[in-house]
């Protein structure tokens, strides 16, 4: 167990429609990442947060948006759903940003799109 | 920017025998590179890294990487694969000191 905890574990939703995936950090972890993982664009970084604030933007489509609350949970945000936005969603999360920090990931919320 | 490359997209190799997992990496400056592992439905699991120091890392289920400056090369290696050990590798570097930027993966199929 990484420690990190995502929810929901899978989602079947309409293309149209908006979700949220939630990510819930290891305990003291200040810095969360959010990751794609599609089979045709492997594993893609999305966002990253640290203690609150946006640190790096990678991919992110603007349909996509995240946050990161006081209490450092972390959430994904994504509207006007695609086929083409059926992927593993990753959360990740380290203790910081130092170059050798490790990322512990959560098991992926599966999304699909119908 | 950082980034690293993985040549194959799948190695066989039968029960017992070594496995290598190749990476090669470009980056600016020291890399920060990492190796980690995933079975079917489940996130990464993180097996070794390199910082600094020795270039041979020893990591996770007997796993090991060699950090070759001159080859810009951190290959995945295992003296002794076992059926178990089948999953999808990936191999990551750090990039501005925060998020990983991940490789293609390579999919290692360990035959009995």
């Known amino acids: 167990d990484s420690g990190v905890t995502q929810t929901p574990k899978h989602l079947i939703t309409a293309t149209g429609q908006r979700v949220t995936l939630r990510c819930s950090p290891r305990s003291g972890d200040l810095s969360v990442y959010w990751y794609q993982q599609s089979l045709d664009q492997g594993l893609q970084f999305l966002i990253q947060?640290?203690?609150?604030?946006?640190?790096a933007k990678g991919n992110i489509l603007e349909r996509f948006s995240a946050q990161q609350f006081p209490d450092l949970h972390s959430e994904l945000n994504l509207s006007s759903l695609e086929l083409g936005d059926s992927a593993l969603y990753f959360c990740?999360?380290?203790?910081?940003?130092?170059?050798?920090?490790?990322?512990?990931f959560g098991q992926g919320t599966r999304l699909t799109v119908v | 920017a950082q980034s690293v490359a993985q040549p194959e997209d799948q190695v066989n190799v039968a029960e017992g025998n070594p496995l290598t997992v190749k990476c090669t990496y470009s980056v600016s400056g020291n890399p920060y590179l990492f190796w980690y592992v995933q079975y079917p439905n489940r996130g990464l699991q993180f097996l070794l890294k390199?910082?600094?120091?020795?270039?041979l890392v020893k990591g996770s289920y007997g796993f090991e990487a060699e950090f070759n400056k001159s080859q810009t090369s951190f290959h995945l290696k295992k003296p002794s694969a076992l059926v178990s050990d089948s999953a999808l590798y990936f191999c990551?570097?750090?990039?501005?000191?925060?998020?990983?930027?991940f490789g293609t993966g390579t999919r290692l199929q360990v035959f009995p």
């Open positions: 390199y910082i600094t120091g020795d270039n």
């Open positions: 947060y640290y203690n609150g604030e946006e640190r």
């Open positions: 990551a570097v750090r990039d501005g000191g925060d998020k990983l930027i």
């Open positions: 990740a999360s380290s203790a910081d940003t130092v170059g050798g920090a490790r990322a512990f």
